[in-house]
Nanobody
């Protein structure tokens, strides 16, 4: 059974940094795309960043230049380094992964086969 487990969320102040981790277990192959989404209560889930197994990345405009996604294919682990956090970054952050790779980085949510339970990130002074 494949599981994605996120960690690293918490309460930070505006301007702080935070690093989220996503570890996949129960698989014996390299995942295709790994991504971070976020969702606030009552709002639609939105893509934050995605990375292919080849290292190609895509970021939401709102986090470009502040967040960095990375991964280790051998460990099927992904990270989201977040810096210069603002209150608008407060959300539940979800890790997602696809079994296969796709030519485009812009995947619909339906292409992601596995989802984590989410980790809360709260930015508040």
């Amino acid at each position: 059974q494949v599981q994605l487990v996120e960690s690293g969320g918490g309460l930070v102040q505006p301007g702080d940094s935070l690093r989220l981790s996503c570890a996949a277990s129960g698989i014996s192959f390299t995942l295709g795309h790994m991504a971070w989404y976020r969702q606030a209560p009552g709002k639609q889930r939105e893509l934050v960043a995605t990375i292919s197994s080849g290292g190609n990345t895509l970021y939401a405009d709102s986090v470009q230049g502040r967040f960095t996604i990375s991964r280790n294919n051998a460990q099927n682990t992904a990270w989201l380094q977040m810096s210069r956090l603002s209150v608008t970054d407060t959300d539940v952050y979800y890790c997602a992964a696809s079994r296969r790779s796709y030519p485009s980085q812009r995947l619909s949510e339906s292409k992601y086969d596995y989802w984590g339970q989410g980790t809360q990130v709260t930015v508040s002074s």
